[in-house]
């Protein structure tokens, strides 16, 4: 689903990683903790945990392999491999905290998912997650999907997917049968010199949105890039993208 690792960070990344401290804040990681990072990608979060608690006390997930190859160079010593949420490869309570960010709604069973990260997670240790709130348009790729939208009403956002609306993480946490759940909402608050340093990734062809515009004839492209830059922000971009967010214990 998602190209090389520079080019997620190009898009993508620079929303992730500004909710990285966020996400470690809500799961209260700190010193002397071994915690796990769940869908990690090529390592917005692993990067804040490897700040918090050491490169010998992180591991990471993911199923793409070039993302793992990513971690594995940027964050030497941190124990990353390839796997997907539901199916962890680690022991029963090996963590004291793992973390799932923007990654629940990509999850083939998010209840599956979650109930895994608890499985490897402490008695009494926290799991954490996050999700774009797409349901409200009001995560970063909120406008686009509006528009790519009527262009072609077929065209499947990302506002149905689980985690996307206010509750949904809630919900599926206590499924998973998660402790003490409480939700909340992060901000990734960005700025850019123009709306084409905004819109230039999204041709890169990175993950669903990508594939989108890739897709299109360049005649809708174009249509599609014009009427953002009508409704977006002029001049200096600045963007304020939230995600659901919630905690459980163990």
């Not at 520079?6 to 990285?20: E, N, V, W």
């Not at 799961?27 to 050491?54: F, I, M, S």
């Amino acid at each position: 689903m998602f190209s090389a690792a520079g080019d997620y960070d190009r898009f993508m990344g620079r929303y992730s990683m500004l909710l990285a401290p966020q996400m470690a804040d809500l799961a209260n990681v700190k010193a002397g903790q071994h915690v796990l990072d769940v869908g990690c990608g090529p390592g917005a979060l692993t990067g804040e945990l490897v700040r918090r608690v050491g490169a010998a006390n992180v591991s990471a997930v993911d199923p793409s392999e070039p993302f793992i190859a990513a971690v594995r160079a940027r964050y030497p010593g941190v124990a990353a491999g390839v796997a997907p949420a539901e199916a962890l490869p680690f022991t029963n309570g090996s963590f004291d905290a793992a973390i799932a960010q923007l990654v629940v709604h990509f999850m083939k069973d998010p209840v599956g998912g979650v109930r895994e990260m608890a499985r490897v997670t402490k008695t009494g240790g926290a799991v954490a997650a996050c999700v774009w709130d797409n349901a409200g348009e009001t995560g970063p790729l909120g406008a686009f999907w509006q528009y790519a939208h009527e262009i072609d009403p077929n065209f499947e956002g990302q506002d149905k997917r689980v985690g996307t609306k206010e509750g949904d993480l809630i919900r599926v946490f206590e499924e998973a049968g998660l402790r003490d759940v409480t939700g909340t909402m992060v901000v990734a608050r960005i700025t850019l010199p123009s709306f084409d340093a905004w819109w230039q990734p999204f041709e890169l062809g990175v993950g669903p949105a990508g594939a989108l515009v890739a897709k299109l004839e360049p005649a809708h492209r174009v249509q599609l890039r014009d009427r953002l830059r009508e409704a977006m922000p002029k001049g200096d971009f600045r963007q304020d993208a939230r995600a659901w967010a919630a905690r459980g214990t163990v």
